[in-house]
């Protein structure tokens, strides 16, 4: 048996936390309802079945958390950045071993936005003495800019409160770093600031984190870089949070969409795509009506593409081991 390599996203949402509204949940309840029939709702196991074959968008929710994503791989536990997504992972790892302080992991920083690091000071697991964190970033000052977070202007607990052992790395002079078995690289990409993009490679399988990245010169000379970075990667996680149409509007904001995301990906070869890092603006089942746009994107430009496209939503595993499709 093989060692797992397992991605699971656990905050998707751009630029602020989203928690679903009363009016969405009685828009998904109306539509549930519609599709009910009466063995539907005969008992209460015949009801279980009913709501488990609900699509996300209307049994469920793509989620509200801000930006984290866990990446499992072998007996190393990455973790890319510290939206409040990490809040909720931070309590099922203290069902393990980190509640009991014998837990080991790193964290990865793509840039340091408020909905990136905004989580952190609520990752139980800091506080655990015996655990062990490692912080990664190309910017060489993240420390200061986490410290930063916590002062006491901004939040009562200061980052001196943790009690788990923290290393910083440090990449000046660095085009990878290994973590066992696991090797990582990363990109520059264009975004307010500067943000990092990341590939994690394993056992012959890789991912790419590439969230909060604009491509504004859409040249093949200006793509070649983020091609290359992206080539062949078996899973893709793409900074989708506008439509091209908004995008176009809202330049030098940072983000990008699922049709240059499709672009790319075709380009590089890549296998399978998880759009990501959704516009807190847009409900559930706009996400899904700009998923159905973009599948019809791709048929006239790429026929013969057996390209995987999906909405990353939180809670979903991506097992890179198992086999090339979601779940």
Known sequence: MSDPFQV????????I???????QMQEKLAKALEMA???DLKD?????????????EIGGCFGG???CVQVQVGDEMLIFDAGTGIRPLGLELMQCKFGKGQGSGHI?????HWDHIQGLPFFVPLYVKGNHFTFNSP?????????????HEYFPVPFEAYNATLEFTDFRGKSEIWIGDVKVTWKEMYHPDKSFSYRVEY??????YATDAEYQNLSPEELKPNIDFFQDADLLIFDSMYTFGEGLEKRDWGHSSTFIGVDLAVDANVKQIAFYHHEPTYSDFKLVNILKQTEKYIKPIAPDSKLNMFLAYEGLTVDLMKDDSQG
């Open 65 to 67: 958390n801000s930006s």
């Open 8 to 15: 699971t996203f656990r905050g998707v949402r751009g630029s």
């Open 203 to 208: 056992g012959g399988k890789s991912v790419i």
């Open 139 to 151: 910017f060489e000052n993240i420390k200061e800019r986490l410290l930063g977070q916590q002062y």
């Open 17 to 23: 936390p989203t928690p679903v509204s009363s009016e």
């Open 44 to 56: 209460a196991a015949s009801r279980q079945a009913f709501i488990d074959r609900l699509p996300v």
């Open 108 to 112: 990865f920083f793509s840039h340091t």
């Open 37 to 39: 029939t009466p063995e």
